[in-house]
């Protein structure tokens, strides 16, 4: 089959366009034929060898795809050949072809583009599990988003203001912030511009923010923290600035917060009951036209490597995918 070789651990330009040896599906797995796959930044730290798991080499990248099931491994249930589903992979997705656990596998409903579901997983999936399993946001609070034009940081902006929070979004840019604003954002921040922690105490009285929604890391973290409210709660989400920042605890324990980690892929692994419930939620919302997913950029497979390239340049709006002739 057609795939994206990583044969050593090193830049995205290193990557191969070739053939690979085409998956069987085992016991409890599907083989799904690829339509689209998402693009994500952890693919580009895991094809440098940075991110916290390593794949053993050589292998596919991709870690989530949308498609048609082609093949059911043994004791597989409730699926059948031809189903469109979408898929948590953690690898793989960038190929003609990917086995994946059936308890990462969700079926999309008629009337859903393929290739938008291609990018919903991990996106979606972590806001969603952040914002509703981490965090127990309830209507009336008030969520800070920082690298709120981003593919993770949009989607909290909407799924937020869809579980009845009032939603500032940050950003660095007034581009970027203009699609917070479209996917539902009360109030902007340009942190490029303004002084995060002075426009969080005047937008909320001096009271600060229930929840900080982080995939940012680096110094804005610390500033998140001391701008939140009694009782906050500090989402862990990523370090997309390239520092891990070393939150001081004492910042925590005088107002009573918590700084709350969350990494969707393992939660998949650990609760897939739980996880599941809310994947199918956030198609349904998909399917009803309640949530709009923000495509940034569109590429061939073949043009993987390029797809990562932009996202390496942090100027992504959206979600960024690779396309396969399926696809058309």
């Given at each position: 089959?057609?795939?994206?070789?990583?044969?050593?651990?090193?830049?995205?330009?290193?990557?191969?366009?070739?053939?690979?040896?085409?998956?069987?599906?085992?016991?409890?797995?599907?083989?799904?034929?690829?339509?689209?796959?998402?693009?994500?930044?952890?693919?580009?730290?895991?094809?440098?060898?940075?991110?916290?798991?390593?794949?053993?080499?050589?292998?596919?990248?991709?870690?989530?795809?949308?498609?048609?099931?082609a093949a059911l491994g043994e004791g597989v249930e409730g699926f059948a050949v031809g189903d469109r589903v979408i898929a948590f992979t953690g690898s793989g997705a960038f190929a003609e072809q990917v086995r994946v656990p059936a308890t990462q596998v969700w079926p999309v409903p008629a009337g859903v583009d393929l290739a938008?579901?291609?990018?919903?997983?991990?996106?979606?999936?972590?806001?969603?599990?952040?914002?509703?399993?981490?965090?127990?946001?309830?209507?009336g609070e008030t969520l800070l988003v920082l690298g709120a034009g981003g593919g993770v940081g949009l989607t909290a902006v909407e799924l937020g203001k869809h579980m009845g929070a009032r939603v500032i979004a940050a950003a660095s840019s007034p581009e970027k912030l203009a699609l917070a604003r479209a996917q539902g954002a009360d109030e902007l921040i340009d942190y490029a511009q303004e002084d995060l922690r002075e426009r969080v105490k005047a937008l909320t009285g001096g009271k600060g923010v229930d929840i900080v929604y982080d995939p940012v890391g680096g110094p804005m973290s610390i500033t998140a923290v001391k701008s939140l409210a009694w009782g906050?709660?500090?989402?862990?989400?990523?370090?997309?600035?390239?520092?891990?920042?070393?939150?001081?605890?004492?910042?925590?324990?005088?107002?009573?917060?918590?700084?709350?980690?969350?990494?969707?892929?393992?939660?998949?692994?650990?609760?897939?009951?739980?996880?599941?419930?809310?994947?199918?939620?956030?198609?349904?919302?998909?399917?009803?036209?309640?949530?709009?997913?923000?495509?940034?950029?569109?590429?061939?497979?073949?043009?993987?490597?390029?797809?990562?390239?932009?996202?390496?340049?942090?100027?992504?709006?959206g979600k960024v995918l690779l396309t396969l002739a399926s696809a058309f």
């Open positions: 089959m057609k795939a994206i070789i990583c044969e050593n651990f090193a830049t995205v330009g290193d990557l191969k366009y070739g053939v690979f040896p085409a998956p069987e599906p085992g016991p409890g797995e599907l083989l799904i034929n690829v339509t689209a796959a998402g693009v994500n930044y952890p693919d580009v730290l895991i094809v440098q060898g940075k991110y916290q798991t390593k794949p053993a080499l050589p292998f596919v990248p991709g870690s989530e795809a949308a498609g048609h099931v938008v579901a291609a990018g919903i997983a991990i996106t979606y999936g972590t806001s969603c599990h952040a914002l509703k399993d981490r965090a127990a946001l309830q209507p906050g709660r500090h989402l862990v989400i990523g370090f997309a600035g390239g520092e891990i920042p070393a939150i001081p605890a004492n910042l925590l324990l005088l107002k009573s917060a918590a700084a709350v980690g969350v990494l969707w892929g393992n939660s998949v692994r650990a609760d897939p009951v739980r996880q599941g419930a809310n994947m199918r939620q956030i198609l349904d919302w998909l399917a009803q036209g309640a949530l709009k997913p923000v495509i940034d950029a569109r590429f061939p497979l073949s043009d993987a490597a390029d797809a990562l390239h932009h996202l390496e340049k942090r100027k992504v709006k």
